[in-house]
């Protein structure tokens, strides 16, 4: 495979040519569950931010496929480090959708402790997910940082790290890529490929005939998938994580996608993203792809469909339901998890906030022994 042809398996109506998956259809089936629960996630998370319950959250829609299908080709035993588009990533290793709301409500049951932005998970339970970076690229470094650390240590870890197109212009890209290609870290580079960085479209972001081909100036393989196509991409991650574990070191993989939605729930897509450009990607969309794909195995059904919106829907609406239900993090969190005994100055600082805020009566420390 070059970096020039477009790996694909689904065809437009369903058809998978000369292709078997390994995937049973049980399998099958919670791939296109995933992909229903991040529609219905993205949902849920429009309707909580227009009313004012969450200050923001990041629309999914049309990436689904490219998350689903490069998170299925990883084992619990690795590590994803993913960018802030990547919910699917999550639900597919059945992360808890709560655990998710609560970040997306920074309440006291929060990993961060509302201490990040929204959006921003970070678990060690079902999936080793590695908290999300806001500077965009900054994760890729970590990422190499990681493999190549497992490496050393005789572990067989592989990391998969994902970014967006407007990510391969960051620092974080150029140096993580060429460390690891130096190292042949067991790392995979996933850049989906989703046309815009905000409203920057890719001929703005670079001179390169697309993406994969930067691969080639740091000594690794660079690969093109159809990124609407979630058997496409499982096949090209799977075969980019058996060479990294072979050791024979890191895989660029560019998927070609489409933002269905608006950059942020901030954004208004419509002022820069052409009208036909959607319709023409709509008629891709990943999800539909991969119904009629089980349709023709004869997996789906009009009564499955039915059964398994209702599922995500129910569970993720509950979940939002929960999340909001639970109380606001301790203050005494501000100074948390850093040092392991808390420097004077800061101790000065904590008191003088908890007895700021007590005389104030508007904020109050939580159950948390301080100094912690
Ligand atoms: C270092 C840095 N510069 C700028 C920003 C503001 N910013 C947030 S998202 C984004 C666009 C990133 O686009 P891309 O990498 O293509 O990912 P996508 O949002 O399309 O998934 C920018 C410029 C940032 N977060 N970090
Ligand atoms: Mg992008």
Excluded at 23 to 32: F, G, I, N, R, T
Excluded at 114 to 143: C, E, K, N, W
Excluded at 271 to 299: C, H, M, N, S
């Amino acid at each position: 495979m070059d970096t020039t042809e477009l790996l694909k398996v689904i065809e437009p109506d369903g058809a998978t040519p000369g292709f078997d998956t390994d995937l049973s259809d049980a399998e099958l089936v919670h791939c296109y569950r995933t992909m229903l629960a991040v529609r219905a996630f993205d949902d849920v998370c429009m309707k909580l931010q227009r009313a004012g319950r969450i200050g923001f959250s990041i629309p999914n829609k049309g990436i689904e496929a490219t998350q689903v299908g490069a998170a299925s080709a990883i084992d619990k035993t690795d590590f994803l480090f993913p960018s802030y588009r990547d919910f699917g990533m999550a639900l597919y290793h059945r992360v808890p959708p709560v655990e998710m709301m609560h970040n997306m409500f920074g309440n006291e049951l929060d990993s961060a402790h509302g201490r990040q932005m929204p959006v921003h998970f970070s678990f060690v339970d079902p999936i080793r997910l590695y908290s999300i970076s806001s500077p965009i690229g900054t994760h890729i470094p970590h990422a190499v940082g990681a493999a190549h650390a497992f490496r050393l240590k005789g572990e067989d870890r592989v990391c998969l790290v994902s970014f967006g197109d407007g990510g391969t212009s960051s620092l974080g890209f150029h140096s993580g890529l060429n460390f690891a290609g130096v190292w042949k870290a067991p790392v995979v580079f996933l850049c989906q490929n989703n046309g815009w960085a905000i409203s920057c479209p890719s001929e703005e972001q670079t001179a390169s005939e697309g993406y994969a081909i930067k691969a080639k100036a740091y000594g690794m393989p660079g690969i093109v998938v159809d990124g609407n196509d979630l058997l496409a991409v499982r096949q090209a991650t799977s075969d980019a994580v058996a060479r990294a574990r072979r050791g024979e070191g890191p895989t660029l993989i560019e998927a070609r996608t489409f933002r269905m939605g608006g950059h942020s729930t901030s954004d208004d897509p419509t002022r820069y993203v052409p009208a036909e450009l959607l319709e023409e990607w709509g008629r891709k969309d990943p999800v539909t792809r991969f119904q009629r794909y089980l349709e023709k195995e004869g997996i789906w059904t009009a009564k499955l469909e039915e059964q398994l919106t209702a599922e995500v829907s129910a569970e993720i609406n509950a979940a939002a339901k929960v999340a909001e239900g639970t109380g606001q993090p301790g203050l005494e969190t501000i100074f948390s998890d850093v040092y392991a005994d808390l420097p004077t100055h800061l101790r000065k600082q904590g008191e003088f906030l908890f007895d700021l805020t007590a005389r104030r009566g508007d904020a109050a420390a939580g159950d948390g022994a301080f100094p912690l």
